[in-house]
């Protein structure tokens, strides 16, 4: 298990994985044929679902499916695991974000987060975007752990766990290339300070993002070149 930081979230919420039910969930998954076979089977895209979970605020049951275009949010003690064509996602509890439509109805080309937190694992394409209150983050192929931290002012903690991602907040621009966990503040602007500044990795495991990459047949950085990096490393950030 990897070493991580917690600020705010419990221990059980980083270690989902670990689940039977998850791992039983995850080895019908990939022993069916992941995506491609639900949709030739007309099953359900929802790996799992503990708890309660709305889509487009209808109750969601575990053989239905969370399409492009619609509204998600997640009760206390939830957790929902659900894949669109390349991409892969963990809802964490108490959370309200919207999938929207690209290319098709089974490309994401935005993941809106209105509150809570999602890890998520993104296959190679172009055009998508995560939007926050305070963060725009442009994917590429990557994974990501994004969260709105609401009693902090509406800030964003977004880490580009792997992958490069196009990083905007208020007047600040950068580009994140990360092999092993770079994450950032995406801050309300106040008083004409920077809206990124630097920050640790915290609220999310190494594990986490190679379950959910297993889960679209792909693998994390680390994993293919066989090293892991120091999440400690800062930057300075500014416009």
């Known amino acids: 298990m990897t070493q991580h930081y917690l600020e705010g979230r419990s221990e059980s919420e980083l270690l989902w994985f670990q689940r039977r039910s998850f791992l039983q969930a995850a080895a019908a998954w990939s022993a069916v044929g ?22 487009n605020g209808k109750a969601l049951e575990p053989n ?27 809802v964490r509890q108490n959370s309200n974000m919207v999938v929207e439509r690209g290319p098709t109805i089974n490309a994401v080309s935005l993941l809106r987060l209105l509150t809570g937190a999602v890890v998520s694992v993104w296959g190679k394409g172009s055009s998508r975007q995560i939007v926050t209150p305070t963060l ?15 009693q902090q002012g509406g800030r964003t903690y977004f880490c580009n766990c792997y992958g490069v991602v196009d990083l905007a907040s208020g007047n600040d621009r950068e580009v994140s290339e990360s092999n092993y966990h770079q994450a950032v503040w995406g801050e309300p602007m106040l008083d004409g300070r920077a809206a990124l500044t630097p920050a640790r990795a915290i609220n999310h495991t190494d594990e986490e993002l190679e379950y959910l ?27």
């Open 34 to 55: 992941g995506l491609s076979a639900a949709h030739a089977q007309a099953r359900g895209n929802v790996v799992e679902l503990r708890g309660d979970a709305t889509v």
């Open 64 to 90: 239905q499916s969370v399409q492009t275009g619609d509204e998600i949010a997640t009760g206390p003690r939830s957790t929902l695991i659900f894949v669109v064509g390349n991409s892969a996602f963990h």
């Open 136 to 150: 725009t983050a442009g994917i590429r192929g990557t994974g990501v752990y994004t969260e709105i931290f609401s």
């Open 213 to 239: 990459a297993r889960l679209i047949g792909e693998r994390t950085a680390w994993q293919i070149s066989g090293k892991k990096g120091s999440k400690e490393t800062e930057r300075e950030y500014g416009g």
